[in-house]
């Protein structure tokens, strides 16, 4: 009777042993979030009305023709007056960047907000064990990460990562990788630096589709501190959920509508094509296809397949046609919107039926700070705090969208309530802005519009 009992109960044990173990490990592939810190520079390099246009009349390859371009653009921006710019734009240095602005710069962004996140987590330095760094437009020797380790001493045996390239897409891009590192790594701290490289890559020349991005780029970054530690779990402020990433960078036009290049002058800068906005929409659609039945409830897919099946008997396959038949609304509570720029914000909230409350944030982000890059997502996140939206157990979704053409989704859920005034704490109480309606720019320089000017030579 003992054998027999020892036959049966041994795999059974070893059964019960193996799940627990099992168990153990999917509580480690969480991702938590106990806090980010998003950078704000000095109020010497706010970029106002007077300064951005001091910056265009310094450049002599300049038109009128050009001139009014970059007006226009910038009254169209839904960038206010209180951006902020690199410190050797502001000096007016844009044509002979050195190594030493691109550092100074990226060096104010980390130092800054790490600072910032070590004291107010309590997490010292010498604990971390990861640390990824993405800077799409500067990649140096040491790397930026040896820069942040030896500032802070870090431990011998912690695993750096340095993403470049990635575009405004990137901060999810490297939150994902600590998600997937997490998987080997037990009760670990990882922390996420995005900015990106400004200073060294302002465009000097007159091509339009490269002058848009002088408009819309601003100085600014995040640091995140991340980890799978469940016994720090009541410390996190948000949890991931979930989050997918679609690359369409095999369709000609999508690769191509966002890319470093230099002109026929030389000059090097950014260019971003008319494609840019239908790479966006199919890079989305394609990404919310994947995302939905991860973040919805089983009556909302249903829907969803039956509109699917009756949107294709009648052909109709386009970025509303998709936020049409998907309430992402059923899923998630908060949209945080990429602000990089009017037209990307609209387009979204189009295609995905949001309200004017949805997408404030982002409108609100892209207006107080700029496109900061990949930075920008926190920007947005920050309002939604400062503004006291964000309860436990409300969920966000983060759409980013960059070069490549990639977009990079994802969904927090946020274990307590959130109310931090973080980097709007001076300015919320005045947040949303009516001033957005009335653009400073066309108040000042609205005459480069008459045609009764355009004897005029401004170079």
């Known amino acids: ?11 059974l044990a070893l059964v019960i042993f193996h799940f627990y173990k099992l168990l153990l490990r ?22 106002d009305t007077e300064s951005c246009a001091k910056v265009v009349f310094r450049n002599k390859n300049l038109g009128l023709d050009e001139y009014k371009f970059l007006l226009k653009t910038m009254v169209s921006s839904g960038i206010g007056e209180e951006t902020y ?31 910032k996140l070590f004291a107010k987590s309590g997490v010292s330095p010498l604990e971390i064990d990861l640390l990824v760094v993405n800077v799409s437009l500067l990649s140096t020797t040491p790397s930026l990460t040896a ?21 405004c897409s990137a901060s999810l891009v490297a939150i994902d990788l600590v998600k997937h ?25 007159k091509d339009r589709s490269m002058m848009l991005s002088n408009c819309l780029f601003r100085s600014g970054g995040c640091s995140m501190l991340l980890t799978n530690n469940r016994a720090l779990k009541r410390r996190a402020i948000m949890k991931l959920k979930c989050l997918v990433r679609t690359h369409i960078g095999s369709v000609e036009d999508a690769y191509a509508s966002c890319i470093q290049m230099e002109d026929d002058l ?53 970025m509303e046609g ?5 309430n992402f609304k059923a899923g998630v509570e908060h949209f945080c919107i990429h602000p990089g720029g009017r037209a990307v914000i609209d387009e979204v909230g189009k295609g995905l039926h949001l309200s004017e409350y949805d997408i404030e944030p982002a409108r609100m982000a892209l207006h107080r700070f700029g496109n900061t890059s990949a930075g920008g997502l926190w920007y947005v996140l920050g309002y939604m705090e400062a503004k006291k939206r964000l309860k436990k157990g409300d969920r966000i979704l983060m759409i980013s969208l960059g070069a490549g053409f990639k977009c990079n989704n994802c969904v927090w859920e946020v274990m307590k309530d959130l109310e931090d005034g973080n980097v709007w704490k001076d300015c919320i109480d005045s947040y949303p802005s009516s001033k957005i309606l009335v653009n400073p720019f066309m108040e000042k320089y609205g005459w480069i519009n008459d045609e009764s000017v355009s004897f005029v030579g401004l170079n």
């Not at 820069?147 to 575009?167: A, H, P, Q, T």
């Open 1 to 11: 009777m003992e054998l027999f009992m020892a036959i049966y109960l041994v795999p």
């Open 26 to 47: 999917w509580g480690d592939h969480h991702c938590y979030m106990i806090g980010y810190e998003c950078y704000k520079a000095t109020q010497d390099r706010r970029l």
């Open 85 to 115: 710019g690199p410190r050797n734009i502001v000096l007016g240095q844009e044509e002979c960047p050195s190594l030493a602005d691109a550092l100074s710069e990226m060096d104010e962004i980390f130092y800054d907000t790490l600072d």
């Open 147 to 167: 820069r942040i380790v030896n500032r802070y001493k870090m431990k011998s045996d912690i695993k750096v990562f340095n993403l470049s390239g990635m575009g």
């Open 181 to 205: 590192l997490f998987k080997t790594y037990k009760n670990a701290l990882a922390v996420v630096v995005s900015s990106e490289s400004m200073g060294p890559n302002w465009y000097c020349g």
């Open 266 to 318: 030389g000059y090097r800068g950014f260019r971003l094509t008319k494609s840019l906005t239908k790479a966006a929409a199919q890079a989305l659609t394609t990404n919310l296809r994947v995302l939905a039945p991860k973040v919805l409830p089983l009556w909302e897919l249903v829907r969803y397949i039956s509109m699917t099946y009756l949107m294709r008997m009648v052909k109709t396959a386009t």
């Open 322 to 326: 998709i936020g049409a038949r998907l």
